[in-house]
T-cell receptor
């Protein structure tokens, strides 16, 4: 079982809609959770991080963490074509490693 | 704007040759990761350092790969001898616990 699992997609949403990206992880001792965005041919770029259960909002982005269910999600409100990218979930484990999921490819259709 | 600097940007080499990739982390960051990214495997953790000490390199094929951090401004990843299956983009990322991690622009390695 992989440390971090994501639906590879592709996920397509119309412009202006809410995109919902999900991630599950296997290590119950995981402490920190990150969402990165990666455009084709570019390096991953940090969007948000979350450490506590609940929601964390930053502009159009909301990260949600449920440690009991070992689940973290990213919501993108008012999706724009420029949001089209691969979104990577990363989890910092109890051993302080940082493992990535394989990413979900998001396409926002104008 | 603080950035993680990786060199070279692109490297093409012949099988069997030694390859060295370099990373200059952001000043003040105490953690450095090395990742390899391929279409098939995604981002694979190879090694990481905290305060220059290697903490985990279990993801790295030790017979040919080595990672070092000779000082706080330089991390290196070496492959000797290189093989075609090593072709990938190698990323370095630096950060501090609690603040997230910044990636460099990567080294695209092609072994022919």
């Amino acid at each position: 079982q992989k440390e971090v699992e994501q639906n590879s997609g592709p996920l397509s949403v119309p412009e202006g809609a809410i995109a919902s990206l999900n991630c599950t992880y296997s290590d119950r001792g995981s402490q920190s959770f990150f969402w990165y965005r990666q455009y084709s041919g570019k390096s991953p770029e940090l969007i948000m991080f979350i450490y506590s259960n609940g929601d964390k909002e930053d502009g159009r982005f909301t990260a949600q963490l449920n440690k009991a269910s070992q689940y973290v999600s990213l919501l993108i409100r008012d999706s724009q074509p420029s949001d089209s990218a691969t979104y990577l979930c990363a989890v910092g484990t109890g051993a302080n490693n940082l493992f990535f999921g394989t990413g979900t490819r998001l396409t926002v259709i104008p | 704007d603080a950035r993680v600097t990786q060199t070279p940007r692109d490297k093409v080499t012949e099988m069997g040759q030694e390859v060295t990739m370099r990373c200059q982390p952001i000043l003040g960051h105490n953690t450095v990761f090395w990742y390899r990214q391929t279409m098939m495997q995604g981002l694979e953790l190879l090694a990481y350092f905290r305060n220059r000490a290697p903490l985990d390199d279990s993801g790295m094929p030790k017979d040919r790969f080595s990672a070092e951090m000779p000082d706080a401004t330089l991390a290196t990843l070496k492959i000797q001898p290189s093989e075609p299956r090593d072709s990938a983009v190698y990323f370095c990322a630096s950060g501090s616990e609690g603040w997230g991690y910044t990636f460099g622009s990567g080294t695209r390695l092609t072994v022919v």
